[in-house]
């Protein structure tokens, strides 16, 4: 009986997500499955912006791959991803090469490119684990360092934020929130420390209507956020940052520049020769790359069309996993011979964290929710992602349950 190959890269949201489908849905005789990771753990990517903060420990968002598979369906590799090579359905590893008849590129993102040179050496990009550790790291060091030299210098104290998108203002709310332990943790006055939020844009959020851009500006500028729009940072310092207003430069002392800019897809696809726009492959409706039965791609690495309104999806952990499950499906039908599916959209709600407790929410519908019940349903959105990924067990290991603190 024909088995054919399925090769999944990478265990974020969608590529772990699509795994753990396959392996509900498939009898072991049916498919011979591997997953490629470069860890032995899956982290949570929508959670990094409070490991970075420190408002949730490093641990609390890793899950053992192991934990959620079955590993007599699944054969997991703990290697990098070197080069897909398409034509030979190959993927090439560090250590080792796999031949596939179905491929899966779930390899999620990177940071946006920085074209700038003045400003790749003394910025802090929220892009995995370890970047949010050596940030909160370093945030507890520039305050243990205020408090005990005598010459105080306040570009320790100032946080500068690269960007008001998702990561940019979710990041704002979770450390104002933490700044006042912080500050009693190490003798600091509250009051001396300072949150900036640059934009190029003329308003945080850009794309959102402005009740959902009111709201959280007033949230964290309640909590001492402030906000510098319409300007573009063009030098970072080891003790400041320069950015540009109105034509005019304007100099601030800091030590921490947080990255919170744009991100795209893996540079993989693109060194590998598949088409990509911006590092993403404009994939058809049913996930497969164009012109190739034989490749689906899912989650950050994919652009992924709404056809009622012809705008790309947003790149989140919702629209992650809602594409791991119908590429699931249609690799299921695909080796059945059976017709595959679009790839559709059930839960239509974005939301917008702004610190342990407060958020925003836009359904697309219309129906907005704002503070704690936003706050209520993006807990909500995690737990059930635990529960089908791991069932009840990791749901109860590593759920969210006082849904009015963190």
């Given at each position: ?155 320790r104290l100032n946080i500068v934020i690269a960007g ?5 203002v979710g990041y704002a709310g979770e450390l104002v ?134 705008r790309l999806y947003p790149a989140n952990a919702e ?88």
């Open positions: 009986m024909y088995k054919p190959q399925i090769v999944i890269l990478g265990a974020g949201y969608s590529g772990l997500m699509t795994a753990t489908k396959l392996q509900k849905i498939l009898h072991r005789n049916e498919a011979d499955i591997t997953l490629v990771n470069i860890n032995d753990y899956h982290y949570q990517t929508s959670w990094l912006h409070e490991t970075a903060a420190g408002t949730l420990k490093p641990e609390r968002t890793i899950i053992p791959i192991r934990d959620v598979i079955n590993q007599e369906k699944i054969n997991l590799v703990i290697d990098e991803v070197v080069m897909i090579k398409e034509k030979e359905k190959i993927v090439k590893l560090k250590n080792r090469e796999l031949s596939y008849d179905i491929l899966v590129i779930g390899l999620g993102f990177e940071a946006e490119a920085i074209t700038n040179p003045n400003l790749n050496d003394h910025i802090f990009p929220i892009g995995n684990l370890n970047n949010a550790r050596v940030l909160r790291e370093h945030l507890e060091y520039n305050f243990a360092k205020y408090a005990n030299e005598e010459k105080k210098n306040q570009a008001g998108g998702f990561t940019g929130d933490r700044i006042p332990d912080l500050s009693k943790e190490y003798g600091v006055d509250r009051t001396q420390v300072r949150v900036i939020l640059v934009e190029c844009e003329s308003t945080i959020l850009p794309g959102f209507h402005n009740e959902f851009i009111n709201y959280a500006m007033n949230s964290l500028e309640s909590r001492g956020v402030e906000f510098v729009t319409d300007a573009e940072i063009i030098e970072t310092k080891e003790d400041r940052v320069v950015y540009e207003k109105l034509g005019k430069r304007i100099e601030l002392p800091t030590k921490t520049v947080v990255w919170a800019g744009g991100v795209r897809g893996n540079s993989l696809l693109e060194e590998s020769g598949i088409p990509t726009n911006n590092g993403k492959v404009e994939v058809e409706n049913d996930l497969r790359v164009p012109d190739n039965e034989a490749i689906y791609v899912v989650g950050d690495c994919a652009n992924i069309r709404n056809p009622e309104t012809g629209i992650a996993i809602a594409s791991a499950e119908t590429a699931a499906e249609n690799i299921k039908a695909q080796i059945n011979g059976e017709a595959l599916i679009p790839f559709q959209l059930n839960n239509k709600t974005v939301i917008a964290s702004l610190g342990t407790s407060d958020g925003v929410a836009v359904s697309l519908n219309g129906r907005n929710s704002f503070g704690w019940k936003a706050n209520l349903m993006k807990k909500i959105c995690l737990n059930r992602y635990l529960l089908r990924l791991g069932g009840i067990h990791l749901l109860l290991k590593k759920g969210r349950f006082n849904f009015f603190q963190a």
